[in-house]
T-cell receptor, first 107, second 116 residues
Framework: AQRVTQPEKLLSVFKGAPVELKCNYS??????LFWYVQYSRQRLQLLLR??SRESIKGFTADLNKGETSFHLKKPFAQEEDSAMYYC?????????FGSGTKLNVKP | GAVVSQHPSWVICKSGTSVKIECRSL??????MFWYRQFPKQSLMLMAT?????????EQGVEKDKFLINHASLTLSTLTVTSAHPEDSSFYIC????????????FGQGTRLTVV
């Protein structure tokens, strides 16, 4: 069965510190992986997807099929990065979300 | 990015009544729309997927007679919670995409339903 796991509910770091938000998945086929972000009082929006291999707002994520992981990383966190981050998997035109990690970047 | 609008943003209704939530894609044609339910401090749970002009596909455990989904046009999908009960109180979110696969899904702002 498809599943997306985000083990950390809350991650607090200081400004300028590196950040890694963990995501592991289980899926029988070849999924498309995404990271979505929700800033305070705003709707969910796409941050990045694995197929595009791009860096958005300094964030990157590498799909590791061997470890079935898609961790989100940023070398130097900024206060404006504070938000809720959701890892998502798409398969057969359906999206499945992890439980989310709240990132708190302290000044 | 494209805009998906949900209406209403919040609604309070009495037990036993039905509530309709609308999801509109404002500047693109939504081939596929998704409906999610989110409990406090929990993830988005996919309820159903609907393609324009066809019946919605419900996830296991979601009552199709309870949560009626209609996707009659390429810009509008509706979710009707029938005979609502307090346990149906939740945050309902829709998302929409143009095409299938590899295309971005855009999210509505969500609807807070409270059944009293």
């Amino acid at each position: 069965a498809q599943r997306v796991t985000q083990p950390e509910k809350l991650l607090s770091v200081f400004k300028g510190a590196p950040v890694e938000l963990k995501c592991n998945y289980s899926y029988s086929g070849s999924p498309e992986l995404f990271w979505y972000v929700q800033y305070s009082r705003q709707r969910l929006q796409l941050l990045l997807r694995h197929i595009s291999r791009e860096s958005i707002k300094g964030f990157t994520a590498d799909l590791n099929k061997g470890e079935t992981s898609f961790h989100l990383k940023k070398p130097f966190a900024q206060e404006e990065d504070s938000a809720m981050y959701y890892c998502a998997l798409e398969g057969f035109n359906k999206f499945y979300f992890g439980s989310g990690t709240k990132l708190n970047v302290k000044p | 990015g494209a805009v998906v609008s949900q209406h209403p943003s919040w609604v309070i209704c009495k037990s036993g009544t039905s509530v309709k939530i609308e999801c509109r894609s404002l500047d693109f044609q939504a081939t596929t729309m998704f409906w999610y339910r989110q409990f406090p401090k929990q993830s988005l749970m996919l309820m159903a997927t609907s393609n324009e002009g066809s019946k919605a596909t419900y996830e296991q455990g979601v009552e199709k007679d309870k949560f009626l989904i209609n996707h009659a046009s390429l810009t509008l999908s509706t979710l009707t919670v029938t005979s609502a009960h307090p346990e149906d109180s939740s945050f309902y979110i829709c998302s929409a995409r143009e095409g299938q696969g590899w295309t971005e899904a855009f999210f509505g702002q969500g609807t807070r339903l409270t059944v009293v």
